[in-house]
């Protein structure tokens, strides 16, 4: 694993941990996340998961009609999913952020969620070629953290 892959999979851990525990740490789930268990397309979802997104190297000249096909097509809100944020940082607490690196964590309610939407030939066909050169993604599913009772 390389240093970079390393330092995004720690941070990614970090965001969707914070993004995920109550204040009191409690396992219960919130309010938001029983209403989003309800249903996906006649499914039942289990509990939120994370798309976590990062980009080295960033062209934003050539990702610009990614982002907006993203944008003009809905498809994350279609899908359920909505953004939790979109680099640049508000606030840089500590080290460096180049201005060629991209971040992105959207939540879904449910892993099917995220699979019809990351599969579906609109996104797989017209919308991610668009991004093609434009830097280099990794992109992961995360749970929500804690996704069992065993913290100790």
């Known amino acids: 694993m390389t240093t ?3 330092k995004f999979c720690a941070a990614a851990l970090c965001v969707v941990a914070l993004a995920g525990c109550d204040r009191d740490r409690s396992l219960s789930w919130s309010a938001e996340d029983q209403a989003s268990q309800a249903q996906f397309q006649g499914q039942p979802c289990e509990r939120p998961v994370y798309l976590v997104v990062s980009i ?3 062209n934003r000249k050539k990702s610009a009609a990614y982002g907006k096909a993203l944008r003009a097509s809905k498809i994350v809100s279609r899908h359920g999913g909505e953004y939790l944020a979109v680099s640049p940082p508000t606030l840089l607490l500590e080290g460096e952020w180049p201005d060629d690196r991209g971040f992105v964590i959207e939540r879904y309610p449910c892993k099917l969620a995220l699979e019809t939407m990351w599969n579906s030939d609109e996104y797989q066909n017209n919308i991610k070629p668009l991004r093609d050169g434009s830097g280099i ?15 100790d």
């Open 4 to 6: 970079a892959l390393v």
């Open 137 to 151: 993604y990794t992109v992961a599913l995360f749970d929500k953290w804690p996704p069992s009772a065993d913290l």
């Open 56 to 58: 080295e190297n960033l």
